[in-house]
């Protein structure tokens, strides 16, 4: 038996030293992009396309969120209508809609989209996708309404629409679905499969550059064309984080992303534009690279995000921050979180009695008895404040927010702290006259209630104001909740391991996401309408921004840090999920 046992270990010895030996002589299979000819803007990459549609279409999220008030605002957007125009366009070129079922049976594992004009959405489709599959399609069984062409060996098939003046195109090459708004792109990829030397998107610098930058690709990977892009009037128009002028420093970029069952995890790259000579112009309407962070303010802002507490709903830490800049987060958040300019008809009523107008209910809380409460601040605070800022140079700046219930559960108050990191330690005395100095105005026409007291760690004003200050060294704390401070204050000794960073930031949306509902249903209630008749209008925060919170109420929380690496800026995204 023994003998029976030893020959079956050889064997299976053998066939493992022969499978090795074929997966050797069988050359790997090539990229897709080499098929893609150059000209492209954007180029996205899936490894398992049909996976991931698979995955969203069977996903809780997806079928919350197409009933929920965000989908409702969205498929009312300009952005929803254009893009609906241009599927009617492709409905009527093809003769057949771009609807799930069709994006479902033409998606395959490997596959690349190249899009090559954002206005008129031409692009190119290829995946990899078994012949007999191919042949299965919806495409493939109305190609005799197509007219036959040839390019590289294959036949292709094309149809236009004389109305909107739109052409589709596909083609079946091996193993190989093609599909294109544009019969050049088809006919150009069908002649690189053939083995053409025209150009390909892989010879562009963008997407050289962008590639080599980055690590190993992800399961999803997407390649953009900065210079391109970013002065498109389209993309310009209808990029929803609206930062074109952020954008403007880079030449390109590059985002990986990689999944889990806990984690969603995006590597970017963003390549920054090479400054021109003395004797070179920039190009209109491209900017120069922004001078990075010094080295000290990176290691400061890796250092000073151990403060941050275990509890906190959101927090931003910046290397190298403006004087300026700190001036106004110690304002908006904690000085002077409530002013700014409002509009005289929020703070009284006109009257107009020539007019027969009598008002409305909501003006029953309105005093008229007295004049609104005139809230300013005196310009030498200000500049007190701003003068022990400006003479002390700034490492790195943290901002820390937290919400909580009070006790009967009514009213949701926010909580806020500041830390700043200077290059030299801190004088107490000075910034602490400085922010008494900065607050007194709106407190008091004396000395009542601006005394800073110890208590504890930290130190507290004496008067209904809530504000506590800690001065360690070079650290610098503020905040309007001394549980927060103190909190901050005992992660002094905490250690956490991050490489210099430029920015940091994290949102605790597991923690956050009732609050958030609770208070933003509060602040729209004066707007909803009480006409049941009337065409419902979702409310921006509880109903729009809400929705949408709770179709991603399983993304416990959100992280990015961004590095400087020379010429690249390396940005990494997590969002964790609770199932």
Known sequence: MKYVTVFLLVALACAGIGWAAFQAAVPPEPPISKYVPAGALLYLEGKNLSGLLADWNKSAQKQQWVTSDNYEIFSRSRLFLRLKGAGDQFAAAAGLPPDMDLLSQVAGSRSVLALYDIGKLQFLYIT???????????????????????????????????????????????????????????????????????????????????????????????????????????????????????????SAGISDLYRSSQQYREERVLLKRTPPTEASVAPPG???????????????????????????????????????????????????????????????????????????????????????????????????????????????????????????????????????VAASDWDKPGIE??????????????????????????????????????????????????????????????????????????????RERANFAHLSGVIDWPGRSIDSSAERQPQFFSGNVGSLSSTLAAVSAANITVRADGAKVLQTVTYQWTQ
């Open 433 to 510: 006259s400085a922010l008494v100095d900065f607050v007194r105005p709106d407190l008091t026409a004396s000395q009542l209630g601006v005394a800073w007291h110890p208590k504890g760690n930290h130190d507290e004003l004496d008067g209904l104001w809530p504000l506590a200050t800690v001065v360690r060294g070079k650290y610098l704390l503020v905040a309007d909740d001394p549980g927060m401070i103190e909190a901050m204050l005992s992660n002094f000794g905490r250690k956490v391991e991050l490489p210099p960073t430029t920015f940091v930031a994290g949102f605790n949306h597991e």
């Open 128 to 250: 990899r996708l078994p012949t007999a599959n191919a042949m299965q399609t919806v495409l493939w069984q109305t190609r005799a309404k197509f007219e036959t062409r040839s390019a590289g060996g294959v036949n292709f098939y094309l149809r236009r629409d004389p109305g909107s003046e739109r052409e589709v195109a596909f083609a079946i090459s091996g193993d190989y679905l093609l599909l294109a708004t544009r019969e050049d792109l088809l006919a150009g990829a069908l002649q690189l499969m053939a083995g053409s030397k025209d150009r390909t998107v892989e010879q562009e610098p963008w997407w050289l550059e962008s590639v080599a930058a980055a690590g190993p690709a992800g399961d999803l990977r997407m390649v953009l064309d900065l210079d391109k892009l970013v002065p498109s009037p389209h993309f310009r128009t209808y990029w929803v984080q609206q930062n074109i002028t952020d954008l403007k420093p880079y």
């Open 286 to 420: 491209r900017g120069l690279v922004t001078p990075a962070p010094s080295a000290g303010g990176a290691e400061a802002t890796g250092d000073l995000i151990r403060l941050v507490p275990d509890g906190a709903g959101i927090y931003e830490a910046k290397a190298s921050p403006s004087a300026d800049s700190c001036l106004s987060l110690l304002e908006t958040k904690l000085l002077a979180p409530h002013l700014g300019p409002v509009p005289p008809s929020q703070i009284t009523p006109a009257v107009q009695l020539s007019s027969g107008e009598t008002g409305a209910a909501s003006d029953l809380e309105t005093r008229i008895d007295r004049p609104p409460v005139q809230r300013s601040t005196i310009p030498q605070s200000v500049s007190a404040l701003k003068e022990v800022l400006d003479k002390t140079p700034i490492l790195s700046s943290l901002q820390v927010q937290s919400t909580e219930r009070d006790k009967a559960g009514v009213f949701v108050r926010i909580h806020s702290a500041v830390a700043l």
